[in-house]
Every structure is written in C-alpha cells, then in structure tokens.
C-alpha cells in the first residue's frame, strides 16, 4: 500500500510560480495514474490535474489549463504540479492521489476513482 506526501506549499505572491511535490513511499509510484486535487475552506475538493503511469498523457481543470502542469518521476517515486500565474483563486490545500490501475494509458480525473490520498500542502495567493 503506497502512502502519499506532498511538500512545496507555501504563500506566495499574484503572478509566482511554484512547484509543489508528491513523494510515494511504500510501493512503487509507477504501478499508479496519479491525480492532484484541491480544497477551499467550505467547498468540495475539485479535480485540477491528472496523468497517466506511462506518463504521455495528461489532463487539466478549464480554470488551471496553460498554467499548471503535472509530471512525475517514476525514479524518483515522485509527481510534480509546476503552477504558474498564480492567483488568489488557486489558495487552496492541495492533495495529490494514487490510483493503482494496470493500464498504462489511462489518467482519472474523478475523486472517487482514487483510492490513496496525502494529507495536503497548503498554497496561499493573498489578494
């Protein structure tokens, strides 16, 4: 059973970039598609990005296409969420997560198909 760390939150300003990392311990982070999802105070986690374990194919949120990018380190055991143009509308917790599929084209982009979670890193853009 893989557990999940994300590291790399923190404030920064309208218009930083930042990338925030997901480490994987416990298994291998190749046997995974992985997902990076965020949550706001008082609303519901929403999808942002998602890719597949052969790592060619890639999915986004319409509010964070051309600006986020997610890729992964299978050597490292690690996946990465680059956020550009950051704005106070991306403050959110975000948590990355691991679905272990034996497909090796396919990327999910719906919370409940995701059976890890890490805890989350926070990312602040004050307005």
């Known amino acids: 059973q893989v557990q999940l760390k994300e590291s790399g939150g923190r404030l920064v300003q309208a218009g930083d970039s930042l990338r925030i990392s997901c480490t994987a311990s416990?298994?291998?982070?190749?046997?995974?598609?992985m997902g990076w999802f965020r949550q706001r105070p008082g609303e519901e986690r929403e999808f942002v990005a998602a890719?597949?374990?052969?790592?060619?194919?890639?999915s986004y949120a319409d509010s964070v296409q051309g600006r986020f990018v997610i890729s992964r380190d299978n050597a490292k055991n690690t996946a990465y969420l680059q956020m550009n143009t950051l704005q106070p509308e991306d403050t959110a917790n975000y948590r990355c997560?691991?679905?272990?599929?034996?497909?090796?084209?396919?990327?999910?982009?719906?919370?409940?198909?995701?059976?890890?979670w890490g805890q989350g890193t926070q990312v602040t853009v004050p307005s």
């Open positions: 890719i597949n374990r052969r790592d060619d194919s890639t």
């Open positions: 997560a691991a679905k272990i599929t034996p497909r090796f084209d396919y990327y999910y982009t719906h919370r409940v198909e995701y059976e890890y």
């Open positions: 416990g298994d291998t982070l190749s046997a995974y598609a």
